[in-house]
């Protein structure tokens, strides 16, 4: 009933992808059983060197038992479904491998009728494993120690990758015979290269009934950012289970290795610094420390907010319960009673060989939390930030803890909540400039799937609106070419510009669809589309011609709420509850505010879109609310087919106005890089909103305090303070 | 040569609209030379207590000389101007209304010329005077004491509003004798009334040769937010300059004046809070101070980023010269000539008597710097924040200081400029966690155009990102009706939802028109839009079907960049310079990045669409640079017909490539309104951004230094810390 030590638990999160192949030739090599790294630590701590105090240790013990329904599994409920399975008469033979293990939530109706103090519903594992290349689904029930449900997936798709399937697939490639002629080729030998394992997607016949991954090598010489460095032309593709490498091509030895120069990112003390004046130190502070709670492990409690918070191996960050006070009543008032990102679509735009098949779906094939690496303190998240770890199971189906992932801190950004100024007379002549400055409280966590980082963060308003902001950083994936000027370039040839010199920044596309539960004062709403309408005016009545006039639809069946968005046929996308009226008899509701955004244009039967289907309709999908729908690109989406999606869901056309419904919004980017996002790219962000819609009887900050300066704290510089 | 002192200032800024009843009803109406307000930095002084320090006093004497060719008119120079029109002979027998007065720039070609040290260009006004109906344009040259050009315009506009215009409507209106019988059918007299004078729009002959204003009346009693109480139904038609009401309309004495419950927004210490936890402070701290300097009053250097920044009565906020240092050479770059906020389009969907003319064009009406009050200190901008006044013209010529009307400070929001996240292992197995905090520069200025306020924020990053936001809060405008609940209203008859009893939001859009003359390394540029089509794949090459291929189409004309945003046929928009590129091939760019935005759908033909047709395309026009072409509405926009817009000049389809071009962008909002925006709005932004796009060699922030514990401030509470 322990949780791995330090020392054991460093291996997992050294497995993450992508996996380098030192490792694999190296003592540190977690499947051959050898530890290292006791010093991670140490090093973790040299930077930023006072910032660390607030990480917990991992837990000697294990942590106190859940208190909220919704709760993630803990450390003992892990080794105890371990165990469970372990005695489990259909894997007495074989352990399966664990390819995923998480809370099997009690259903809506139960949690939803939960209160604080009452003993939490039974307890329920939901596992997929892995075992003879079929996919098993098993619900587990903790209490009683049973397996309750049982079931072998005959769709399409395979289970989540684990660490060790991507170790597998590396080792594999990496033995094989040949590869130490490509690498020969180019000046190199195996030892030299890093290798990566990216999802093969899906192309027909030939790939199915078997778990694939394609291999992809690096040179690792002089930078520790291999990604600008491919070895192009060599694609690897290997059968996971059967440790088999399938197909082996190289079409790239005459096309040169990018060099390493200005590719390493990392800060030394001694590098040479942008040239631009010093900047001031800067901080966000509060002294008096922050203003929310986070009591029993999750459950989050600001101004007028309550959630529940929590990592999330597959969707990294959830929240659920999500809960606003009224502004005049005190009243807690349900939102949303789940959002997380549901899946994430990248699909690469260039035919080639090595190429075709990058259409990632990162949160059913690498996991979004499994690849939430720990936060770095003050560059990640602001000094006054609360740091939560995730719990998470390995292959073997032992917990281990990932640190930090998630960031919880206020925000003031000196922006204004509302503001008016004038000149008034009701007192007299007095100068009437009210404005209230606007306070906000984050959670962020950031995947590293690989090459991209994806910040998420959820924004909470006390005026009761939610931002959804996803940011992208991290490394471009570049194509080796001969070329090291645009000058040489025909016709526009490439698939994007020259980032660097023998490197192509493909253009690609990033699609992140959001799974919202919405619960506007309770489970039944309604999907309404608020149409701006151009209306005409009859010849005579006004010197005016024309004028937009809101039309209310409301869509009874999904087949209504398929949202395509346009400047020039605008709505507003209100999520309402037909049974609770304002006072003036407005129907309370939210609204989807979309911001920038992007919309897949590949052919619907690509199979990346087949996959995909989900960003068919960009930007909104409401369905009815169903337990089993969770994952927009399906459940098991590793080389699907594209029969359990979102979209398949909703072919149904089923009835939604008045019901439990759920909402599905995709934030989009296309991204045609530059050099700019060489080595690494500048943070780009995009967002939506939801916002309250008649759901306050009024502005819910009216009543709302300035800021005095008394009020703000009393601040002098650090002795050895220095530029940022 | 001295300005006026505060006494008289003071009636200025009380004169702006909304014009209050108060003014013409008591010894402080200006137009009767009565003095009072001598208490006002008293007033302001209360709040909040400590935080004025910084505001400059109006200056007793006149400024020191100007620095910068592009300085706006000194105190002194605006006297001298004032001094040579009263002795100019065709001004001898009656001095005209001064409707504006500004710096007449110099040629660019001398601006760019121009080097620190060197004797700045000689100094010229232009003047847009008003006398006897007509415009008169004149430039006056400093130096020589002479007036250099006069023309009297032959176009349908006029110029922008004085107050005294509007206090001459609003005193005319209300004397108007039919006014009191309007005025007791609602139970109310004239002293309880606040009127204001929204411009009339043009709607055909019947307004032509006379300048014209609307006079609307709202009850103020027991309020401040005397908008949210209008005597609906009721219009005064009033010719400004012979001061006669032309048309009395009152169709609404049965329509209730909705209450004043809830309508005072202003803060009371004994106000009811929100019902929700205290938010312990939080502050932005730099106790070293910000990073920033300001030379000469205008100069602006920070980090890698320099500017010259200045109030303008009509456009609010200039920057100019807008260069950034190259991350490695460290040569100061240039990025942009000038940029401002060209015009405001704020059309009302209402085609009733009192509604449709309602269609302003703010800046060229009213004067986006000549509303913008002094911002309010710790709540408007944060408390690291730097205050600059304007120095603007009165009717009469004279000058007067519209004191911290521009902020300007370091902003940072927690967030990251990059990050990536790996672990790697060419250092021998080290965590590689490197994340970069974002430090940005603001400069921000709140325009209360009326009811509502639009603040202005352009934020400089030091990746050389430029974000510009328009955010808007303030009041609604809203519509009486006999309706106190939505069930009394039939088939969605009205033009939006009740926001409070009988009260209508009225549907309306804002578009916010950006001058962005870019001069990407140098005035020559050329507009290329980078557009993503869809490629079929040939069967049988790759697996694919489809992909997107970025096509590079170069503008050769106006009429190759008239672009229209479309979800489902996306482009970037660069500004590149052909005559530089990078050590790649690429040209130095900076793109245009749309954000969430919104389209006019209003007929062409449709009179408020005519005379802001350079929002009929949404989002970018590039028109060749021409000195007189600055504003998107026309220079003299007030009751024009559309024959001097952006759109008309575009016609011409003019060569734009490897040109000095002026790229011109659309920002645009729909507000369907809710009982949230009632009866303060809370702020609604959305933005755009300038992004370079292989202008820099690299990520130029690639060795910036990590913030690090020991750099950040230390800080205490404050021992009267309170909640927000």
Redesign the interface.
């Known amino acids: 009933m322990e949780i791995s030590s330090s020392a054991l638990r460093l291996p997992f999160?050294?497995l993450?992808v992508?996996l380098?192949?030192?490792?694999l030739l190296?003592p540190?090599n977690p499947l051959h059983n050898l530890s290292?790294?006791g010093d991670?630590a140490g090093?973790?701590a040299q930077?930023?060197?006072?910032?660390l105090t607030s990480i917990s240790p991992p837990p000697a013990e294990p942590r106190s038992p859940p208190r909220n329904p919704l709760d993630p599994l803990t450390v003992g409920e892990i080794h105890r479904v371990r165990s469970i399975l372990s005695s489990y008469q259909p894997f007495l033979r074989h352990f399966p491998s664990i390819q995923s293990m998480s809370l099997d939530e009690p259903d809506k109706s139960r949690v939803l009728g939960w209160k604080s103090g009452d003993p939490i519903p039974s307890r329920k594992a939901f596992v997929i494993a892995l075992l003879d290349n079929q996919s098993h689904l098993l619900t587990i029930d903790l209490d009683s120690g049973r397996v309750e449900t049982h079931e072998i997936s005959s769709g399409s798709g395979y289970p989540m990758l684990t660490m060790e399937d991507v170790v597998a697939a590396v080792q594999t490639a990496v033995s094989y015979p040949e590869l130490e002629a490509s690498a020969a080729a180019r000046g190199l030998s195996v030892a030299n290269l890093?290798c990566i394992s990216p999802s093969p997607g899906w192309?027909?016949p030939d790939e199915e009934g078997k778990r694939i991954l394609k291999v992809l090598c690096f040179s690792?010489q002089?930078?520790?950012n291999?990604y600008m460095r491919p070895l192009e032309g060599l694609v690897m593709t290997v059968d996971v289970d059967r440790r088999e490498v399938l197909q082996f091509s190289d079409t790239g030895k005459g096309i040169p290795i990018p060099g390493r120069a200005?590719t390493d990112?990392?800060?030394r003390p001694g590098?040479?610094?942008?040239?631009?004046?010093?900047?001031?130190?800067?901080?966000?502070?509060?002294?008096?420390?922050?203003?929310f709670t986070v009591t029993d492990g999750h459950l989050v409690?600001?101004?007028?907010w309550e959630f529940h918070l929590k990592p999330d191996q597959r969707a990294g960050l959830v929240v659920s319960r999500v809960v606003v006070?009224?502004?005049?009543?005190?009243a807690a008032r349900s939102v949303m009673y789940k959002g997380f990102p549901s899946e994430l679509f990248v699909?690469?735009?260039?035919?080639?060989?090595g190429w075709?098949?990058k259409s990632y779906m990162d949160a059913g094939e690498f996991g979004l939390g499994a690849t939430a690496?720990?936060?770095?303190p003050?560059?990640?998240?602001?000094?006054?930030?609360y740091y939560m770890d995730g719990i998470f199971v390995s292959a073997d189906g032992q917990p281990f803890v990932q640190s930090n992932m998630i960031c919880l801190?206020?925000?003031?950004?000196?922006?204004?909540?509302?503001?008016?100024?004038?000149?008034?007379?009701?007192?007299g002549?007095?100068?009437?400039?009210?404005?209230?400055?606007?306070?906000t409280l984050?959670a962020r966590m950031?995947a590293?799937v690989g090459n991209y980082?994806y910040?998420f963060d959820w924004e909470f308003?006390?005026?009761?609106?939610i931002k959804i902001t996803v940011?992208l950083?991290?490394?471009l994936m570049v194509k080796g070419t001969v070329h090291?000027?645009?000058?040489q370039v025909q016709n526009?040839d490439e698939?994007?510009?020259?980032?660097?010199?023998n490197a192509i920044g493909v253009?690609h596309?990033h699609f992140i669809t959001f799974h919202l539960d919405m619960d506007v004062d309770g489970p039944n709403n309604t999907f309404v589309k608020?149409n701006?309408v151009?209306e005409?005016?009859v010849e005579g009545?006004?010197?005016?011609?024309?004028?937009?006039?809101?039309?209310?639809h409301v869509a009874k069946t999904e087949d209504d709420a398929r949202i395509?968005?346009?400047?020039?046929d605008?709505s507003?996308f209100h999520v309402v509850n037909p049974s609770r009226?304002?006072?003036?008899?407005?129907p309370s509701g939210y609204k989807v505010?979309?911001?920038?955004?992007?919309?897949s244009?590949?052919?619907h039967?690509?199979?990346?879109?087949l996959r995909s289907a989900f960003t068919n309709n960009?930007v909104i999908w409401v369905t009815p609310y169903n337990r089993s729908e969770l994952w927009a690109g399906g459940l098991l989406v590793y080389q699907s087919h594209g029969d359990d999606t979102l979209d398949v869901w909703s072919q149904r056309n089923r009835e939604i106005e008045d019901r439990d419904v759920v909402l599905w919004y995709t934030l989009g980017f296309?991204h045609?890089p530059?050099?700019?996002?060489?080595?690494?790219?500048?943070?780009v962000?995009?967002s939506f909103q939801l916002k309250?819609?008649?759901?306050?009887?009024?502005?819910?900050?009216?009543?709302?305090?300035?800021?005095?300066?008394?009020?703000?704290?009393?601040?002098?510089?650090?002795?050895?303070?220095?530029?940022?």
């Open positions: 999160l050294f993450l992508p380098l192949l030192f490792f190296s540190w290292g790294g991670s090093r973790r930077f930023p060197p006072k910032s890093s192309f027909g690792k002089g930078t520790p291999f200005n990112y990392r800060f590098n040479k610094p942008p040239e631009m004046e010093r900047i001031n130190p800067i901080s966000m502070e509060q002294p008096r420390g922050p203003s409690k600001w101004a007028n006070r009224d502004s005049e009543t005190g699909p690469y735009m260039d035919a080639d060989e075709y098949f690496m720990p936060l770095v003050l560059n990640d998240c602001p000094r006054n930030a801190f206020e925000r003031y950004a000196g922006d204004a909540a509302w503001r008016h100024s004038e000149l008034t007379v009701s007192s002549g007095q100068e009437l400039r009210e404005a209230r400055a606007k306070v984050v950031a590293s980082d910040t308003q006390t005026d009761g609106l940011s950083s991290g490394m090291d000027n645009m000058n526009q698939m994007g510009p020259l980032v660097s010199e253009v596309d608020v701006l151009k005409e005016n009545k006004t010197p005016r011609k024309s004028y937009l006039k809101p039309k209310r395509k968005l346009s400047l020039y605008p507003e009226m304002s006072r003036l008899g407005n505010v979309p911001g920038g955004n992007a919309a244009l590949l052919d039967s690509d199979p990346p879109q960009q296309h045609v530059c050099q700019e996002d060489f080595p690494v790219m500048p943070t962000a995009a309250p819609v008649n759901f306050f009887e009024r502005n819910p900050i009216l009543t709302a305090r300035p800021v005095f300066e008394e009020d703000l704290p009393v601040c002098r510089p650090s002795e050895s303070a220095s530029i940022i």
